[in-house]
């Protein structure tokens, strides 16, 4: 499965759209993008999923690139529960066994 | 409906000594799965069932093992404990293998190993 390149930390503020990229240059055709977040000391947690299209659910959006390289998770209006470490992965299926967890990113919510 | 269980939430146990930890899925999920995380290492793929079987396994020694009960329920042992396996042990589950869909985790068994 393809690996993805996030960054290791972002600020937002309260209210604001949070914009995670993630970069996954090497995907293929039939991966899907996955997002997963983990508050602290918890299980982590599904956001949403998409293979070309946008998507956009009652959480977050995903917007990816026309040529699939990238894509961005948007909290619309993040609040300070959303701080959490953000995980972005590409895999062919949802299964635990493709699902690899990198480092993600670790989003600040602040006031 | 009710999530994924896990039980016990917390434990200690010494080294040298065995565990058994404990996950109920989503009513209806047939897939089970395990992961180890620490620290250092991050989320690590353990092993994934599906209808009793074990259908994947990820790299851990064989100090590790699980199972799957007829009602999906699951159940992870590690064996001859050491200082190193010390972390969250999260279950996870989904209605089957190779969809698409999402995973629901549990809140995890958090093993400190003295």
């Known amino acids: 499965d393809a690996k993805t390149t996030q960054p290791p930390s972002m600020d937002c503020a309260e209210g604001r759209a949070a914009n995670l990229p993630c970069n996954h240059s090497t995907i293929s055709g039939n991966e899907y993008v996955y997002w997963y977040r983990q508050i602290h000391s918890q299980g982590p947690q599904y956001i949403i999923h998409?293979?070309?299209n946008n998507e956009t659910n009652e959480m977050a959006s995903l917007i990816i690139t026309e040529d699939r390289k990238s894509s961005t998770l948007i909290l619309p209006h993040a609040t300070l529960r959303d701080t959490a470490v953000y995980y972005c992965?590409?895999?062919?299926?949802?299964?635990?066994?493709?699902?690899?967890f990198g480092t993600g990113t670790r989003l600040q919510v602040t006031l | 409906k009710a999530g994924v269980t896990q039980t016990p939430r917390y434990l200690i146990k010494t080294r040298g000594q065995q565990v058994t930890l404990s996950c109920s899925p989503i009513?209806?999920?047939?897939?089970v799965s395990w992961y180890q995380q620490t620290p250092g290492q991050g989320l690590q793929f353990l092993f994934e069932y599906f209808s009793e079987t074990q259908r994947n396994k990820g790299n851990f020694p064989g100090r590790f093992s699980g199972r799957q009960f007829s009602n999906s329920r699951s159940e992870m042992n590690v064996s001859t404990l050491e200082l190193g396996d010390s972390a969250l042990y999260l279950c996870a589950s989904s209605l089957g293998l190779g969809l698409p869909g999402e995973l629901f985790f549990g809140e995890g068994s958090r093993l400190t190993v003295l």
């Open positions: 009513s209806g999920h047939r897939s």
């Open positions: 998409g293979l070309k």
């Open positions: 992965i590409v895999a062919h299926t949802g299964t635990a066994s493709k699902l690899t």
